[in-house]
């Protein structure tokens, strides 16, 4: 029911607070630019497999 109910808004929702989280990640251990580009690849890598 409750998904019927949020339809495209749960995975909208849900992409939105990883992409949050490994930006806060990211800022909390203070990774400069070239650190960032290679998490943050990383990342949307591992998303889409």
Do not use: H, K
Not at 28 to 43: H, P
């Amino acid at each position: 029911q409750l998904y019927r109910a949020l339809g495209i808004y749960l995975p909208l929702i849900t992409v939105n607070c990883a992409i949050l989280g490994a930006s806060l990640f990211m800022v909390e251990r203070r990774y400069d630019l070239a650190e960032s580009v290679v998490y943050g690849f990383g990342s949307g890598l591992g998303w889409a497999l």
